[in-house]
């Protein structure tokens, strides 16, 4: 095995490109080292793009943000302004793992893993978040839906790179937010998630809605008829209830150690009335269980 | 000499050099490349936290960590918390409190919580809870590492 520091993205995707065995990009490692560890992975060539430095920031400009690929999920936590515009995504970032693995973790990576209950992914795919990838043909910008195609695997062509994730400014009257639930407050990983965007008229009717859920099949769910549920209305009890129903019905969820499918269609987004942000509940209904969390 | 890729960091204040496989990890390399054996291996899996180190500010699980990728680096482990035979606040009071029984996850507690309290040097009890959630203890049920942090905080802010 090689291991291989570029300083430069086009020297990383040239090296990619030309791997004649397995290669595998290094940023935070969280992932990749747990699969070497456990034998699932044996890569020839190891690209480490940690010294490529223009993917070591988040950049704020008119359009939004830029966050580069290599950007440790703590980093985003840190960003006063990223957090203000999108407190949701920076939730869903800061649950990934420990504070050790905070630390190294990427958004990028947990979207490359590409496992159905990636924590961050909810969270971009309501914010309407893209992925800039880069590859020997030059550059390409996908939702970031479009990036994981089922559990473990991604539609990224041979030699390509995610270069960064691009969010929007965030419009006025509008807000995001990522629950999940979990038996555990801390290292843990989601039963079921859901993250949504919302954006407001001046009478507190919904104009624009998002929503997207985690652990509910086999990559991330976008529920159109959720957001069609929510867009028009002052999302009452009755809202709620439906938007519930359409989540349940949409999601097409697995049993598993963390829960069965009929638990997993039973737990519901509650989001108090009156309300115009976070808190949001992940709640089940019929034992009271919860998980809750606030914006720290 | 061993084939390898040679890696130059700064360990707890001195340079420190080593030679690493590709894909040896930085707490293989700690321990079997340097003799810091105070960094443990429990899980290897970036779960337990008994691994913890401080990478350039950052607490991080070394078995995460390629040792390639310390170059350039300034690392800290639990070697460098005593001063010559003053231990550090930290020790000094997981001593007293008995916060350890078999002592495996010590040392990744012990840099845990001095990362936590060189960012928030008056943590809530919930805060302590949180902050080192990603170190696992199975002996003391964690009140006594608790108590200890709590206690040493409030030495290290001469209260």
Known sequence: MRYIRPSSLEDAIGLLA???????ILAGGSD????????FI??????????????????ESDDGFVIGAAVPCAVLGENAALRRAWPGVVEGAKLIGSKQVQGRCTIVGNLCNASPAADSVPALVAAGAKALIR???GSRTVAVEMVPVGPGKTSLLPGEIIESILLDKRLPNSGDAYMRFTPRTEMDIAVVSAAIYLTLDDQGIVQFAR???????????VVEEAAEILIGSRVDDGT???????????????DDKRGTIEFRKKLRVCWPSGSRSPPINVQDRNDGRHSSFDDN | MM???AVSTTINGDIAEFLCHPDETLLDALRDRLGLMGVKEGCGTGDCGACSIILDDRLVCSCLVLGAEAEGKHIETVEGMAQGDTLHPLQQKFLEHAALQC???????????????????DPTEEEIRFGLAGNLCRCTGYDKIVRAVQDAASVMRGA
């Open chain 1, 18 to 24: 030309q791997a004649t065995g397995k290669a595998s």
């Open chain 1, 32 to 39: 990749l080292l747990v699969k070497m560890k456990g034998g």
């Open chain 1, 42 to 59: 044996e890569p020839d060539l190891i690209i480490d793009i940690k010294a490529i430095d223009a993917l070591g920031h988040i950049r």
């Open chain 1, 135 to 137: 590859g020997p043909d």
């Open chain 1, 211 to 221: 929503v997207a859920l985690g652990a509910a099949a086999p990559t991330v769910l």
């Open chain 1, 240 to 254: 709620l209830e439906r938007l519930a129903q359409a989540c349940s019905a949409a999601c097409r969820p697995i």
């Open chain 2, 3 to 5: 084939a390898g890729i």
């Open chain 2, 103 to 121: 002592g495996i996850c010590t040392p990744g507690f012990l840099i845990a919580a001095k990362d936590l309290l060189a960012k928030n040097p």
